[in-house]
């Protein structure tokens, strides 16, 4: 089956940190854009960070900007998350998934992504 695995969700305090990886199953992630996305509570899944096919070029939604940090090492096929200073409205089910190119971050864009995954919880709480 082709998709990604989402790890390194958790339980956080506000202004706390959390790593994310997505590790690709069945597929590489050459050739392709990733894009990691959250799905807040009662909310549609929107996208928050993507990163180029050559890891030249990111983009983030602005509500991350300056707090999150996508990355990719394609050796071992695993795209990365870095998230700090997070906050209570981070709390949601992240996910990852690949398209051609990076697309606008937001919630219309997430249908020409593909290998979507079973995410992974982050809840930030005191």
């Known amino acids: 089956q082709l998709e990604f695995v989402e790890s390194g969700g958790g339980l956080v305090q506000p202004g706390g940190s959390l790593r994310l990886s997505c590790a690709a199953s069945?597929?590489?992630?050459?050739?392709?854009?990733i894009g990691w996305f959250r799905q807040a509570p009662g909310k549609e899944r929107t996208g928050i960070a993507c990163?180029?096919?050559?890891?030249?070029?990111?983009e983030y939604t602005d509500s991350v900007k300056g707090r999150f940090t996508i990355s990719r090492d394609n050796a071992k096929n695993t795209v990365y998350l870095q998230m700090n200073s997070l906050e209570p409205l981070d709390t949601g089910v992240y996910y990852c998934a690949a398209a051609q190119v990076c697309h606008s971050m937001g919630t219309a864009t997430t249908v020409l992504y593909n290998y979507w995954g079973q995410g992974t919880q982050v809840t930030v709480s005191a």
């Open positions: 990163i180029s096919i050559n890891g030249r070029n990111t």
């Open positions: 069945g597929f590489t992630l050459d050739g392709r854009a």
